[in-house]
């Protein structure tokens, strides 16, 4: 069916089916940890796997750091949602729940199909806005190469990836809404929105898919006790940005180099990663620097794992972990050295 074939009962069919899907996500972070103080907060979660009681969301729902979560569904019944993955630096995350605490509620699973999305593509953004129990936001995608949203300064922000952008116009609560097709396939997820126009940002799903399938070889269903699935992730602790190839030219990129390159990928390529930053103490320290274009890789990175934080020390009310790459990548320190996320009455200034 070609885009301008799609009706408005298209449309309508596409969002009964996958609004039982969609759940609105409460969250009380307990602790304060790396970049996110204790709070509380309200989000939006689908359902990706029924059998396992896999729910994808944001990163920053989901938390680095303790949390707390339930999920209510359409029918109004609330379940306990517990985390069991957040990606060290992309913006997405999984809760896990019971399915057969659902006892009143007919609903399927929504498909994932990052394939899916091209500039033009009509969507609709099926989420929690604003803190009401539903919300759905039209919208157009408008660019597949969009740079990483910037947050906070000196907080948590996405970096190394593409994001969409399309012309939609979503509130708070709208973080981790599925971003679907008229066929009820979600193409992204909602990450933010531009609070001064009519402009939201979406993750790509690529490497929502990779994660989602090695959670599915861990358990083929819901058990109550969660053994841990390993996710390979690897990094040159080196921050890259994507340039067009005029500007790798003015960076001293050879011509016969281009050609190589260009040859070696799709049509609709237009440029190369470039070095933004690099990370002391990194991989990538005293071999990258800023301004240099990114031809090949060895294959050789290390465990971004091993360097993302998964425990704190507790004292009179401080809270003490290692430094985070997202909080070395900041500040320009070596990540793993001693970072107070929360001075309690130990570190407190004495006035």
């Not at 979560?69 to 985390?83: K, L, Q, T």
């Not at 994660?211 to 358990?219: I, S």
């Not at 990538?284 to 993302?308: A, C, F, M, Y």
Request: proline content about 6%.
């Amino acid at each position: 069916m070609e885009f301008n074939a799609v009706t408005a009962e298209d449309w309508s069919k596409s969002v009964r089916k996958v609004f039982p899907a969609v759940v609105v996500l409460r969250t009380t972070a307990t602790r304060t940890f790396d970049s996110y103080s204790a709070s509380v907060g309200s989000a939006t979660g689908f359902v990706v796997d029924k059998r396992r009681g896999f729910i994808l969301t944001n990163r920053h729902v989901v938390r680095p750091g303790p949390v707390v979560a339930d999920a209510r569904f359409s029918s109004g019944e609330e379940v306990p949602v517990h985390p069991i993955y957040r990606d060290p630096v992309h913006d997405f995350g999984f809760f896990r729940y019971d399915p057969s605490a659902i006892k009143f509620l007919n609903y399927e699973e929504i498909p994932l199909a990052p394939e899916a999305a091209c500039v033009g593509l009509e969507i609709r953004v099926v989420g929690n806005d604003s803190g009401d129990k539903v919300s759905i936001s039209p919208g157009t995608i408008v660019r597949l190469d969009r740079g990483a949203p910037q947050y906070k300064k000196d907080g948590y922000n996405d970096f190394n990836t593409f994001y969409i952008q399309a012309t939609s116009v979503t509130k708070v609560g709208s973080s981790g809404s599925p971003v679907i097709d008229w066929q009820g396939r979600a193409v992204a997820l909602h990450a933010a929105g531009n609070a001064l126009s009519t402009t939201a940002y979406f993750l790509p799903l690529e490497r929502v898919v990779r994660a989602l399938r090695f959670l599915q070889k861990g358990r083929k269903t819901y058990v109550n006790k969660w053994k841990p699935v390993s996710i390979p992730r690897g990094t040159l602790q080196v921050i890259f940005l994507h340039k067009w190839f005029f500007e790798t030219r003015q960076l001293g990129l050879r011509s016969e180099t281009e050609q190589i390159v260009r040859h070696a990928s799709p049509a609709s390529e237009t440029g190369m990663l470039v070095v933004e930053s690099v990370v002391p103490g990194g991989p990538g320290d005293k071999h990258l620097e800023p301004g240099d274009v990114l031809v090949r890789v060895n294959g050789q990175v290390q465990d971004l794992h091993s360097i993302t934080p998964n425990y704190f020390l507790e004292v009179s009310g401080a809270v003490i972990h290692p430094l985070s790459y997202q909080q070395a990548r900041n500040f320009r320190f070596n990540c793993g050295l001693v970072y107070v996320a929360e001075p309690g009455y130990v570190y407190l200034e004495k006035h």
